[in-house]
């Protein structure tokens, strides 16, 4: 198979492979031109001289003769592993042998029968008269040769077609720059236009193919091969290989032919698919006779051992007779049934238990094509996949080959601008062929479609005409590239967006045609819709998404980039009720439905890993590089790139992840999620956030206590309420925040006693005693709001500062507004917020916390236990199992409470003893444990 760029060479290369005259005019291969080929070897002096020609009837029925002598010769060809069943088939070729085998008339088609019969008769003629004829046995070799067109858009279709045993020659210009982005060139009539840049060099599109031939065929190798290899040897499937051919040789010396090999080398070395590289030649395609270019016949020798050492197995000659008849009877019907190639199988002393192994042998050697996994097309066989080819080829060519003269105008226009091929026009292009056909054109649609090459669609709103073409079918391969100038993000005006996500693949590489599938998947997802823009890319498609209808209305982009798969998705709007502000689980829903259709290709690119992942910034590695989304953890976990730099993920990243655990699922609020929000707050914004609240903003002495107390007359309904009413007032952003749990936890609203503690004496020394330097003083007093000029007598040190900050605020001088303080100030200020929260002091555990309150708290448990958050289900059960039993009910209470909460604190168990009013309690915990 020739693979690579367009108008490199790669008919030219095969012409000099053949000795074909070079062609005047070079014109551009429409998808591929397939052919047998005969490989011949001639002896002339001391070496091989290696031939490629067009295989004729007479060779096939040479081959076929000679084939049988051998067989009917026992013991001269040890290759044939089972003698025994294939001197059976033989029998027929034996001359004293006149009558010919049975046809089954299980077959429906009698007039099908009698010509099978007729010319079944004619091949078995006709090898009879050379068996009988002094044959010598030949090294001739046949070949399935696929020219592939290099065309960004047949690159794309080309994986429906690869197989793993084959040697790929994957050919580039030599004589151009390798870091050059690809031009992409369409040749004809001696005329070169360029269609498009791709945004990927010559090499990067060169290692593309060779990391997705090794990820997608070279595992599969093994279901054809049975490899032999000891307990110490290391052995390797024997196929696919690569061959990496460089053109234009003439326009290179020597040193530079090698410094291009050894750039690409180096480049190859390491890589998955190194083992898969054969050889590396740059020649000159050009020149026939005696000035052909000597590289040219190493090839021969590269190929003709690869097809030797890998390729060349025991076929039983019933299998070849079936191939030769099969052949012959479909030259005027391209596509045949199952049931009449069963048939021609019987005929050929091949069971019909057997045909299936048969059809799949010939199908990885590219002969015929038979796709027995699709339902609609299991039943037939395509015996001319040269026919095949022509006919997509028609569709996929760009406009200047001249082709789309076939079918209704307006037809060719959708296809070419918006992607969309409806039944008329694959129809009109079905047609034009004269020759008999006993499938309908819909298999043509439903072929591309089990290739993942085009997806149904069923409504769209631009174009009235298209009720009369019938059927419709999204096609994306066939729509031009996005420039990169316009790769930018696509939602500027939307009211939502999420962090983009990247599909990373373990090829490195984004696999060629996996996009355009993925956009043909998607297109049949329930609740996307394709956005027809203008223009339409093939490497960039929009989809509108809908969950029944009662979310909002969400754009998802999929964009094609150098590495990976990049993921848009933005809300452009939201419906107005509480309940309908559901963006973080959509961005969920849709990764779900994304990987489920990334899946779905696995048919096509069976070993390759998708990885959803970010875009990282470290400054450690190059630009870009990746960090790993594991979509199983929670929001708070770190987010790694291949650096190992760990990084917290942000609230737009934190969408695409699992909902966290600690995020309350009755929808309560904590303090410290009310004292980060309030941070990102004009007076303006709050204005407006306390009128939709349905709070008079002139009476609101402090917004932290007002949004406090209005979070606990809300109870459980807070988060959900908060979240509507943010999105109300235009703050969408706060409002995906709050809905995910952005922002850190500690300190539930639940009731007004519990809203707020007032910072005591005692804690504010325990947290000063890290502050003394000038710069941290003045740091904290623009923090407090306390001035620092002399002339006011304000305090010097902390501690005065801190005493002045609460004699200020009064009742207002909380905990957590101090905590938050600390916080903002920076990392100097760390300890002493940690030391305010707890964090820094003893951790309780069960003895501890019995010995200091137990017996003196034991009436009260119950009402601690609510304080501590155990859950009042459990509370009730823990008083049945101990009916009156206070100090057994405290320690179950506890025990709980140890195991539930995720950072329990001193802190914690002080300031729930002050809430249930046993402040000398209180007191103690606060001087044994929290004065640290």
């Not at 093994?222 to 040897?233: A, G, I, L, V, Y």
Request: with cysteine.
């Amino acid at each position: 198979m020739f693979i690579g760029e367009a108008g490199v060479g790669k008919s030219t290369l095969l012409g000099a492979l053949m000795s074909a005259p070079v062609a005047a005019e070079a014109t551009s291969t429409i998808l591929a031109d397939t052919k047998e080929v005969k490989y011949q070897w001639k002896r002339c002096g001391t070496g091989d001289n290696p031939h490629w020609c067009d295989v004729t009837d007479a060779d096939e029925i040479k081959e076929l003769a000679v084939l049988a002598k051998q067989v009917m010769d026992i013991g001269s060809h040890s290759l044939l592993r089972n003698l025994a069943e294939d001197a059976i088939a033989v029998k027929i070729f034996n001359p004293e042998n006149q009558p010919l085998p049975h046809i089954c008339e299980s077959s429906t088609n009698t007039s099908f029968q009698h010509e099978t019969h007729e010319v079944l008769s004619k091949i078995i003629a006709a090898a009879r008269s050379l068996v009988c004829a002094q044959l010598e046995p030949t090294e001739d070799q046949y070949l399935n040769v696929w020219d592939c067109g290099g065309q960004r858009v047949f690159l794309d279709v080309l994986p429906a077609f690869l197989t793993s045993r084959t040697i790929f020659l994957l050919t580039f210009d030599a004589s151009k720059d390798l870091q050059e982005r690809v031009d992409v060139v369409w040749n004809q009539g001696g005329t070169s236009t360029s269609l498009e840049t791709l945004h990927i060099s010559r090499q990067d599109l060169m290692i593309q193919w060779m990391s997705s031939i090794n990820a997608s065929l070279y595992h599969k190798a093994d279901k054809f091969c049975k490899m032999q290899h000891t307990e110490n040897e290391v052995t390797i499937p024997p196929f696919p290989r690569i061959a990496v051919i460089g053109t234009h040789g003439d326009k290179l010396n020597a040193q530079k032919k090698k410094e291009v090999t050894s750039k690409l080398s180096v480049e190859c070395e390491g890589k998955p698919f190194s083992d898969l590289i054969v050889d590396m030649l740059i020649l000159d395609s050009t020149k026939r006779g005696s000035e052909e270019d000597p590289t040219i016949t190493r090839l021969k020798h590269v190929i003709r051992d690869f097809i030797s050492n890998a390729l060349c197995i025991p076929t039983p000659i019933a299998w070849v007779l079936f191939r030769k008849l099969l052949t012959r009877l479909t030259k005027s019907r391209p596509i045949v049934t199952l049931d009449n190639v069963a048939t021609i199988s019987r005929v050929c002393s091949i069971e019909d238990t057997t045909l299936l192994s048969v059809l799949s042998f010939y199908h990885e050697l590219g002969a015929f094509l038979h796709y027995a996994d699709i339902e609609k097309l299991k039943n037939v066989v395509i015996a001319q996949p040269a026919w095949l080819v022509k006919h997509l080829g028609t569709i996929l060519a760009p406009k200047e080959s001249g082709k789309d003269s076939l079918g209704p105008r307006e037809a060719w226009k959708l296809l070419r601008e918006k992607g969309i091929l409806v039944e008329a026009l694959y129809q009109a292009v079905w047609k034009t062929s004269d020759i008999m056909c006993e499938v309908k054109p819909q298999a043509f649609a439903d072929l591309l479609e089990h290739c993942f090459l085009i997806g149904k669609i069923t409504k769209v709103s631009f174009s009235s005409v298209l009720r009369n073409y019938g059927k419709m079918y999204f096609m994306p391969c066939v729509l031009p590239i996005c420039p990169e100038d316009d790769m930018v993000s696509p939602h500027v005006d939307a009211v939502l967006t999420a962090a983009p996500l990247h599909f990373r693949f373990s090829s490195k590489c984004v696999p060629p045609g996996f996009f355009v599938r993925l956009a043909a998947v998607l297109s049949t997802t329930p609740g996307f819709t394709i956005v027809f823009q203008t223009p339409m890319y093939s490497n960039r498609v929009t989809f509108q998404f809908e969950d029944n209808g009662n979310s909002g209305i969400d754009d998802v982009t999929i964009s094609e980039t150098k590495f990976s798969i990049r993921v848009d998705i933005a809300r452009v709007f939201y419906c107005s009720n509480v309940d309908g502000y559901n963006f973080p689980s959509i961005c969920r829903l849709i990764l779900k439905l994304l990987l489920g259709a990334a899946h779905e290709l696995y048919k096509w690119f069976p070993f390759i890993e998708i990885r959803p992942e970010f875009q990282c910034e470290c400054p450690k590695g190059p630009s870009p590089h990746f960090a790993k989304l594991s979509t199983e953890a929670e929001s708070s976990t770190a987010l790694r790139c291949e650096f190992r730099t760990a990084s917290a993920p942000t609230a737009e990243q934190q969408l695409w992840m699992k909902i966290p655990q600690n995020v309350d699922k009755e929808g309560v609020l904590y303090q410290s999620e009310i004292m980060e929000l309030l941070k990102d707050f004009s007076v303006e914004a709050f204005v407006q956030l306390s009128k939709t609240l349905e709070m008079n903003p002139e009476t609101i002495c402090d917004k932290f206590v007002a949004i406090c107390q209005w979070s606990c007359k809300m109870g459980s309904q807070a988060r959900s309420h908060l979240v509507y009413h943010l999105g109300r007032i235009g703050k969408h952003d706060l409002a995906q925040r709050i809905d995910i749990g952005y922002y850190p936890k500690h300190a539930k609203v639940q009731d007004q006693a519990h809203v707020y503690s007032v910072v005591t004496d005692e804690e504010l020394v325990s947290c000063v005693r890290h502050i003394d330097s000038e710069a941290d003083l003045s740091l904290l007093a623009a923090h407090l709001g306390i001035p620092t000029d002399t002339a006011t007598n304000t305090p010097t040190n902390a501690l005065g500062m801190l005493k002045l900050w609460k004699q200020q605020h009064t009742t207002q001088a909380y905990n957590e507004k101090l905590i938050n303080i600390f916080t903002s100030s920076g990392s100097c200020f760390e300890k002493a917020s940690r030391l305010l929260r707890g964090d820094g002091a003893e951790k309780p555990n069960m003895k501890a916390v019995m010995q200091s309150i137990g017996d003196e708290c034991a009436p009260k448990w119950y009402d601690l236990g609510l304080q501590l958050d155990v859950p009042d289900s459990t509370l009730r059960i823990i008083e049945n199992d101990c009916q009156k039993n206070c100090k057994d009910a405290i320690r179950k209470m506890i025990q709980e409470w140890l195991h539930l909460c995720s950072k329990p604190t001193w802190r914690t168990v002080a300031l729930s003893l002050r809430t249930i009013h046993m402040d000398s309690l209180a007191n103690d915990v606060e001087g044994k444990y929290c004065q640290q």
